[in-house]
């Protein structure tokens, strides 16, 4: 959420860093509302100030002996009483005005870094480095994932639909053990980098999504429970940063790294004909998620660590990336700034996303009321929240069985994994 306080003092400023974003937002509105609630709160202020006065006034008078039914104390009540009223009036006034600011505002997205590249869509991206073209594929016959993990047996798609619908699968024998064993090693590789393993819910009440941003925005591509107050967790970024809502945190407490694996939900509305196949955009998907709290001064920094270590899954597995520095136009709804990896499908030609890492400055923060206080000094501030994957586990998946097929049709398997798979090199049918 935005600081109400820098739209009133910086219209404009705030005006251009959303236009950046490609979008028509119009503060003026807000801007409009807020002066409002402030000259009622400012009236409200007078009359509440007059009321009290009265009352001290009648208290005084009637103790040093004026009689209570005298017509200077009735007048003082007649007074008084009227006072009454007017509060009674305002205060809904206030409400509502305080509720409209807060439905705006809940619409409107972080505004992009300073260090974030300007620019209209995904076209306009930066990309930044690339990794491991040592260990691009020399199989020149490479076949989709989709296509020899049906063939080795390990994606069930067709049994999937029959279960539940299209965009699903069942993981099969060695297709659900290397599955498992991905989402081993990363919270492994994770732990070993100082991240605290959770296993949280995985149903998310709506004042957590509303504090991550998820909603009321992308409503429509979340899962809901028809009976309950209950969603089912897209990332498992909703309820790592939910663990903290309305609490105030020392400076001891920072920073906190967390990191858990959850299966994730999303419709993906208006995703209808991309990637119709296979593992890359299904409506469950396993994830190990990284998420971190830290104090406003170091949350870049802590961005480019957290890069790092979701960087260091696919070194390890030695697949092939590329990292993207996206612009404003491609940020997503609560990033300030965003880098996303990219790992080498080879049987398109393509790299494709398998990981989003961003910093969202105070913005969950303050839609969650997260905030730390430092010692020896008043008031609190809110914290910076980060998250990013570390990695999505089927689109994991998907690059392994790209880049470790073999010409005979078999699995190579990464070396990291082979221990959590009984030391085995090869998977077969």
């Known amino acids: ?13 705030i005006q251009e860093k959303l236009k950046n974003r490609g979008d028509n937002y119009d503060i003026q509105p807000i801007v409009d509302l807020n002066q409002r609630q402030r000259q009622l709160e400012t009236t409200r202020s007078q009359l509440q100030a007059r009321s009290n006065e009265i009352g001290k ?3 005084q008078k009637i103790k040093s002996g004026v009689n209570a039914q005298d017509t200077e104390i009735q007048d003082l009540r007649k007074e008084g009483n009227s006072l009454k009223a007017q509060l009674s009036e305002l205060e809904p006034q206030e409400k509502e005005i305080k509720a409209e600011i807060e439905q705006i505002l809940l619409a409107l997205p972080n505004l992009p870094s300073e260090s974030t590249p300007i620019g209209h869509n995904e076209e306009d991206n930066v990309e930044v480095r690339r990794w491991g073209d040592q260990y ?34 069942a993981l099969i024998g060695a297709g659900a053990t ?8 990363m ?84 995703s209808y004909g991309r990637d119709m196949r296979g593992l890359i955009r299904l409506h ?3 994830k190990v998620e990284l998420v971190k709290l830290v104090s406003p001064e170091t949350s870049f920094d802590e961005l480019e660590k957290l890069l790092k270590d979701a960087e260091s899954i696919l070194q390890a597995l030695q697949l092939p990336y590329r990292v993207i520095e996206l612009c404003t136009g491609d940020l997503g709804f609560s990033a300030t700034k965003t880098y996303d990896i990219e790992v080498w499908l080879p049987s398109s030609g393509k790299y494709r996303e398998i990981s989003s890492c961003s910093n969202c400055g105070d913005f969950q923060a303050r839609r969650g009321n997260i905030r730390f206080k430092e010692a020896g000094k008043k008031g609190t501030q809110f914290v910076h929240t980060l998250n990013g994957s570390g990695l999505a586990v089927g689109r994991t998946m998907a690059a392994i069985l790209e880049n470790y097929q073999q010409p005979d049709g078999t699995l190579h398997v990464p070396q990291v994994l082979q221990p959590y798979l009984g030391g085995k090199e090869i998977l077969e049918v």
């Open 284 to 286: 469950q998907f396993n």
């Open 57 to 59: 006034l009648v208290g």
């Open 187 to 270: 919270l492994n590789t994770q732990v070993a980098a100082g991240y605290v393993e959770v296993v949280p819910p995985f149903l998310v009440n709506t004042e957590s999504m509303t504090a991550t941003g998820q909603l009321p925005k992308f409503a429509e591509e979340s899962f809901k429970c028809a009976d309950d107050d209950l969603w089912l967790t897209p990332t498992a970024e909703v309820p790592l940063t939910n663990l903290y809502r309305d609490e105030i945190l020392s400076t001891e407490d920072l920073p906190i790294y967390h990191c858990a694996y959850s299966p994730c939900f999303r419709r993906e509305a208006g």
């Open 1 to 13: 959420m935005l600081d109400i306080k820098q739209i009133r003092e910086n219209p404009q400023l």
């Open 178 to 185: 290397l599955e498992r064993a991905l989402i081993q090693f």
């Open 136 to 169: 691009l594929p020399q199989n020149q016959n490479i076949i989709p994932h989709w296509e020899i993990g049906e063939k080795l047996g390990f994606l069930n798609f067709e049994r999937a639909v029959k279960v539940a619908q299209s965009r699903f699968v």
